[in-house]
């Protein structure tokens, strides 16, 4: 796995991140608006497959990743201090 | 003040009409793409209410 950073993917996936937040706060108060819930679904299969593959091709998101390698990678990443956006 | 011991003291405050918060209901009309919705701080254009100075209450 390459330590390294794709601005272009990391934005989509925070884009992402943010709409399935946005989602799952309409939804704890609208829990049958089916709509949202489709519109919810769609974001969180696709946050899903991007993260899996950022973290593929790039690098770690989150320590939980559960195809860790030797030796430890996680603190390889860089601080968000030290990404230049 | 005999008759006053018994009372309950109500403070000042609480005799007057206190003011009752409401929140509407949202509806779900269209939402923005991901990347328009980060940029706005909400998914929803209802609820994209953008600061202007010297504006009060209209937005």
């Not at chain 2, 793409?33 to 209209?58: D, S, V």
Request: proline letters at 7%; a negative charge.
């Amino acid at each position: 796995m390459a330590n390294n950073i794709n601005l272009k993917e990391l934005s989509k996936i925070r884009e992402l991140q943010f709409a399935v937040l946005e989602t799952n706060l309409y939804l704890n108060t609208h829990p049958e608006d089916m709509r949202v819930l489709k519109l919810h679904n769609e974001f969180a299969t696709e946050l899903c497959m991007l993260t899996q593959q950022y973290q593929e091709n790039y690098g770690l998101l989150r320590a939980n990743f559960s195809e860790a390698e030797f030796p430890w990678q996680w603190i390889e990443e860089p601080w968000p201090w030290q990404i230049d956006y | 003040m005999e008759k006053n011991k018994n009372q309950i003291q109500i403070p000042t405050f609480m005799r007057e009409r206190l003011a009752h918060a409401y929140v509407p209901y949202q509806r779900f009309t269209e939402n923005y793409q991901p990347e328009e919705a980060l940029n706005k701080g909400t998914l929803f254009p209802e609820l994209w209410m953008p600061y202007k100075p010297g504006h009060r209450g209209h937005y």
